[in-house]
Every structure is written in structure tokens, then in C-alpha cells.
């Protein structure tokens, strides 16, 4: 009968799998209890072989190394002392120092990788694309005079203030109609309006009706107007009226 053996990826080598250990005994990795660590490692070669599963040889090589070190630190003080005078040795370091060194700078490459795959995922998810030459986008206005620059949350202000008026003025018509007003509709009728208005006209005159509708259509086409450059908007202090012409050649 022939057997089916399977090769488990839960761990990538000997040290991925003692430092899983580790961490699931809450061991200090600078002061490794090595009979338990190299009780719970065998445990996991037992396992895999009574499953069939394909071990690595480097986990059997992991296996030996960690019976050395237990072994040694078992050995009893005198008897290593006694050896060390008749091989005239220097005391040897502490026998898990080697695989505290070699499990330390594995958390660390562990670490920078897993780092490393983060950010991989987040600039899988940004897209680029060539610069573009928007050059022939620009126009350069020339005007005769100085005004601030008026921004959108000037223009804002200015629509909020506008409501204010309105709603004072009249109360906003809040009943739905059939008729709606298409922003490129509306942007036709105030480029007309302002090119017969042959001047500067103030914002608040662009708002005729009290219809909420027809104000906020108005709105958004005058912020149209202004993203394509069809339209001049000045201010000449803060918080003063905001005037509205037609550039030329538009």
C-alpha cells in the first residue's frame, strides 16, 4: 500500500517554527527554557512524522542542536569544570547564546518582511500614470486692476449670506416641481446676461427668484463658469460684495 505524503508550509524553516513557540509560551527569547522549548519542538516532529507529513532535514538538524544544548546544560558544574583544566579551555559562553543570536536576527528579517508585504499592498493600490502637458489649459488673465483672490469658500460665504436674504426676504419655495433647470442651460443664461450687462455685476444679482431650485442651479453654474475660466470674479476687501464678469472673448 503505498502512502500519500503531504509537505506542510505552515512554517517556513526551524526558526520560524521555534519562534512560534516562543511567542505561544510567552518565553523570554533572551532567556530560552531550553528543555521545554525542546520538548514542545519534538513534540512537532513527532506530530508531522506520525501524519506522514514531509519533514525538512534542517528541522532534524534543529532537532539535534537543541538536544546538544539541553544536554550540555545539564552536564553537572564540576564535570565541566574537570574537562575544561584537562583540555587547558577557557569557560565557554552560554550554549544558547549561538541560537539566541540566530533566532533574534530571524525576528528581525520576519519583521522587515512582513513590513515590507504592507507596503506592497497599499502601492498595489495606487495607480499612476504619465505627466501630462495642461499648458494649453492655462489662460493667462490681464486685468487693470487688484482684487483678493476669491476662493470657494468665499463664494460659499457669499451663498450662504444670499440664502440668509432670501429666506428673510421670502421664505424659500420648498415644494417639488416638474421643471428643472439644467446647469448648462442656466450657464447660457448668465454669459448672455452678462455680456448684455456690459460691466461688472454683482453676485446677488444673479439670483432673481426665491425658488430653492433656481438658486441652487444659478450657484452651481456660476462655480462652472468659474472652473472653465469663462467668468472674472472680484473682491475688492474681505467680506465685501463679490462682483461677477464676463472675460473677454468668451
Not at 505627466?131 to 487688484?146: A, G, R, V, W
Not at 446647469?183 to 443664461?189: A, F, K, W
Not at 448668465?190 to 456690459?198: P, R, V
Not at 425658488?211 to 476687501?237: C, D, R, S, Y
Request: proline share 4%; charged share 30%; hydrophobic share 40%.
Amino acid at each position: 500500500m503505498e502512502h500519500y505524503n503531504v509537505k506542510l508550509d505552515t512554517f517556513e524553516g526551524p526558526l520560524d517554527l521555534l519562534l512560534h513557540l516562543i511567542n505561544r509560551l510567552e518565553i523570554d527569547i533572551y532567556d530560552i527554557p531550553v528543555a521545554e522549548i525542546t520538548e514542545q519542538y519534538l513534540l512537532y516532529i513527532h506530530a508531522m512524522n506520525e501524519l506522514q507529513l514531509d519533514i525538512a532535514s534542517e528541522y532534524l538538524v534543529m532537532a539535534a542542536t537543541l538536544l546538544a544544548i539541553k544536554s550540555k546544560m545539564l552536564l553537572p558544574k564540576q564535570e565541566e569544570e574537570l574537562i575544561d583544566e584537562e583540555m587547558d579551555f577557557e569557560l565557554e559562553e552560554d550554549p544558547r547564546e549561538e541560537l539566541m543570536r540566530r533566532l533574534i536576527e530571524y525576528r528581525k528579517y520576519k519583521e522587515a518582511a512582513q513590513d515590507l508585504k504592507l507596503l506592497e499592498e497599499e502601492r498595489g493600490q495606487i495607480f499612476t500614470k504619465p505627466p501630462s502637458d495642461l499648458s494649453e489649459y492655462s489662460k493667462e488673465i490681464k486685468t487693470d486692476y487688484q482684487s483678493l483672490d476669491v476662493s470657494l469658500y468665499d463664494m460659499l460665504g457669499a451663498f450662504q449670506k444670499l440664502l440668509r436674504r432670501k429666506k428673510l426676504q421670502k421664505p424659500l419655495a420648498t415644494t417639488i416641481t416638474r421643471q428643472e433647470i439644467p446647469i448648462e442651460t442656466r450657464m447660457e443664461e448668465i454669459i448672455k446676461e452678462l455680456h448684455g450687462f456690459k460691466g461688472k455685476k454683482r453676485f446677488t444679482d444673479l439670483f432673481p427668484y426665491s425658488e430653492k431650485n433656481h438658486i441652487v442651479v444659478t450657484f452651481l453654474a456660476i462655480l462652472e463658469l468659474m472652473k472653465k475660466n469663462v467668468i472674472l470674479i472680484e473682491q475688492e476687501n474681505n467680506f465685501s460684495d463679490i462682483f461677477i464678469s464676463s472675460l473677454e472673448g468668451s
